[in-house]
C-alpha cells in the first residue's frame, strides 16, 4: 500500500490530545540511571570500572507511559501494583510531580516494585541490573485492580496495556477490560509480551516488536517476508484491528486486515531506545482516539519515537516538540512512501 499524510490532519490531532483521557493498566516500574566515566579496567576481572558521578530516578514501565501521556497533554490515569519500599515510594513521589492519580496503584506487602538499574558512562549504557518479581497478583490485588479499572474506565477513550509480563496482566485482569471495551467505544492498545500474546484478542493494536512477532507467530526470521507473514498470521490469530512492528533502525510494519504499511524510521541519531516503545504506543493511542486513521497514528508514533531515541535516558516529547518534529519530517515520510 501507498500513502500520502496530510501534515494538516496531524497537527490538528495533536491540538486534540489535551481533550482526551487514557488509562494506562500493566507493570509499574522504577528507572534508575546511574551516570559515570570510565578510565581504567578493573585489576580483578577484565571489565570497566565505572566512576559514580550522578544519579537519577525515572518512571519506567507502564508508568512511563503516563509519563508519556502528560508529556503530550493527554490526561492520564494508571493502573498496577508497587511494593511497600523506598522504590514504590518514590514512584509515588515522581507521579505527584506529574499530578496524576495514585488511587488506582495498589502497594503490595508480597512483592517489591520492579527497579531497572542502568549503568551509562560516556552515553552508553554499560550495564543493566533488573530487581523484579514475576509471581501473579494474589487475589485481593486482582479485585482491588478491577474495582478501579470497572470505575474509571467509563471515563477514558482509551486504555493501554502496558505488559511486560511481571505478574499483572492475566485473563482475569483483561476479561475486565474487554467487558467494558464492549460496553463503550474504548480503543484497546496493548504493548504486549510473547507470553500473554494469546490473550489480547479483539484488541484494537498490538505493537510487538519484531523480535516478539516472530517468536509469537513461531516464523523463523530467514527471507525477506518474515516479519510481513509473521504480523499476518497475529492479526489473524488475535482478530485485532492491526497489528504494529516496530523494527528499529527499519522502522514499522503496519498490518491491517486492508493490506500492509511500511513505515520508515524517523531517527536522525539513536543514542538510547529506552523507553522507545512506550512513546510509540502512547502516541499511536492519542492519534487513534483524535480521529486519525491507523496509517496516519502510526506515522505519528514513528515520529515521535525518532525525537526520544536521540537522547540518553527514559525520555518524553511534549507536544510542541513533536508538531516542531511532524513539520521537518512529514515530506520526507511521503516521498519515502510513495
Not at 474509571?152 to 505478574?167: F, M, N, Q, T, W
Request: aromatic share 2%; hydrophobic share 40%.
Amino acid at each position: 500500500m501507498t500513502y500520502t499524510i496530510d501534515l494538516d490532519r496531524l497537527q490538528e490531532a495533536v491540538h486534540r490530545f489535551s481533550s482526551k483521557r487514557i488509562l494506562v493498566l500493566g507493570d509499574v516500574m522504577l528507572d534508575e540511571f546511574i551516570w559515570g566515566r570510565v578510565e581504567r579496567i578493573s585489576p580483578e576481572a577484565p571489565v570497566p570500572v565505572v566512576e559514580v558521578e550522578s544519579e537519577t530516578y525515572m518512571l519506567g514501565g507502564a508508568a512511563n507511559v503516563v509519563h508519556n501521556l502528560i508529556a503530550l497533554g493527554c490526561g492520564a490515569g494508571i493502573c498496577g501494583l508497587v511494593g511497600d519500599d523506598r522504590a514504590g515510594r518514590q514512584v509515588l513521589e515522581l507521579l505527584d510531580q506529574l499530578e496524576v492519580s495514585k488511587k488506582g496503584l495498589t502497594v503490595s506487602k508480597d512483592r517489591p516494585t520492579t527497579v531497572k538499574t542502568r549503568v551509562v558512562a560516556h552515553s552508553q549504557q554499560m550495564v543493566r541490573v533488573d530487581r523484579e518479581s514475576r509471581r501473579e497478583c494474589p487475589p485481593e490485588e486482582l479485585a482491588s485492580m478491577q474495582a478501579y479499572l470497572a470505575q474509571e474506565l467509563p471515563r477514558c477513550d482509551a486504555v493501554i496495556i502496558s505488559d511486560y509480563a511481571k505478574g499483572v496482566i492475566s485473563r482475569a485482569i483483561l476479561n475486565t477490560v474487554q467487558e467494558q471495551a464492549r460496553s463503550g467505544n474504548l480503543v484497546v492498545s496493548v504493548d504486549p509480551k510473547v507470553v500473554n500474546m494469546p490473550l489480547y484478542t479483539g484488541a484494537t493494536v498490538v505493537t510487538p516488536n519484531h523480535h516478539e512477532a516472530l517468536a509469537a507467530a513461531r516464523i523463523s526470521p530467514q527471507g525477506d517476508k518474515a516479519v510481513e507473514r509473521a504480523g499476518r498470521l497475529l492479526l489473524e490469530n488475535l482478530q485485532a484491528g492491526a497489528i504494529l512492528i516496530t523494527q528499529g533502525e527499519r522502522g514499522m510494519t503496519l498490518v491491517t486486515p486492508e493490506g500492509m504499511d511500511h513505515v520508515p524510521t524517523m531517527a536522525k541519531q539513536v543514542f538510547d531506545v529506552t523507553g522507545a516503545g512506550d512513546t510509540v504506543i502512547s502516541t499511536l493511542t492519542l492519534g487513534l482516539v483524535c480521529g486519525l486513521s491507523l496509517p496516519e497514528a502510526a506515522v505519528m508514533a514513528n515520529v515521535a519515537a525518532g525525537v526520544v531515541v536521540g537522547e540518553v535516558g527514559t525520555s518524553a516529547v511534549t507536544a510542541g516538540r513533536l508538531s516542531k518534529a511532524l513539520e521537518q519530517d512529514l515530506h520526507s515520510i511521503n516521498r519515502r512512501s510513495n
